[in-house]
């Protein structure tokens, strides 16, 4: 497994009680917390949150980038999600984290303060050279779209 040097500031004392750091020797992201300066936040059925996870990072490698996941015992026993499905970090970005989270439940959901809320993965960027064309190149499938293949 490659690896990368990442500088992380703290910004809130949760993290003074929990480490960022990985769950297990495979794991591929690192659990961000809610840090709220209040002991929970409701999220009520449809309504999204801007929740901050109280760290910056610097990412040593240009050509990487962070994501930010929905946790999926999060997203599926809660119904809670990262609202626009996936939260990209650019790698000159200094500014602290946030996860908006959605509320896709027919239920308010709470969050505690220091509760893990998403997951920070970090993965390869590329940079497309653009040249503009008349035509595109042809293919058997064209410009069929949603289903044009078919559902097996």
């Given at each position: 497994?490659?690896?990368i040097d990442v500088n992380v500031?703290?910004?809130?004392?949760?993290?003074?009680?929990?480490?960022?750091?990985?769950?297990?020797e495979y794991s591929a992201?690192?659990?961000l917390r809610a840090?709220?300066?209040?002991?929970?936040?409701?999220?009520?059925?449809?309504?999204?949150?801007a929740v901050p996870a109280g760290i910056a990072i610097e990412i040593k490698e240009p050509?990487?980038?962070?994501?930010?996941?929905?946790?999926?015992?999060?997203g599926t026993k809660e119904g809670l999600t990262v609202s626009?499905?996936?939260?990209?970090?650019?790698?000159?970005?200094?500014g602290e984290i946030k996860v908006s989270l959605l509320n896709t439940s027919g239920e308010v959901r709470r969050i505690?303060?220091?509760?893990?809320?998403?997951?920070?993965?970090f993965m390869p960027i590329f940079q497309a050279v653009l040249?503009?064309?008349?035509?595109?190149?042809?293919?058997?499938?064209g410009a069929g779209g949603f289903g044009s293949t078919g559902k097996h």
């Amino acid at each position: 497994m490659r690896k990368i040097d990442v500088n992380v500031k703290y910004l809130h004392e949760v993290w003074s009680e929990n480490d960022l750091a990985y769950g297990t020797e495979y794991s591929a992201g690192l659990d961000l917390r809610a840090c709220i300066d209040v002991d929970e936040l409701e999220i009520g059925p449809g309504e999204k949150a801007a929740v901050p996870a109280g760290i910056a990072i610097e990412i040593k490698e240009p050509s990487v980038a962070a994501y930010v996941f929905s946790r999926s015992g999060l997203g599926t026993k809660e119904g809670l999600t990262v609202s626009q499905g996936v939260g990209v970090i650019d790698p000159d970005y200094r500014g602290e984290i946030k996860v908006s989270l959605l509320n896709t439940s027919g239920e308010v959901r709470r969050i505690k303060r220091g509760q893990r809320i998403a997951q920070l993965v970090f993965m390869p960027i590329f940079q497309a050279v653009l040249a503009p064309v008349d035509e595109l190149g042809s293919t058997d499938r064209g410009a069929g779209g949603f289903g044009s293949t078919g559902k097996h």
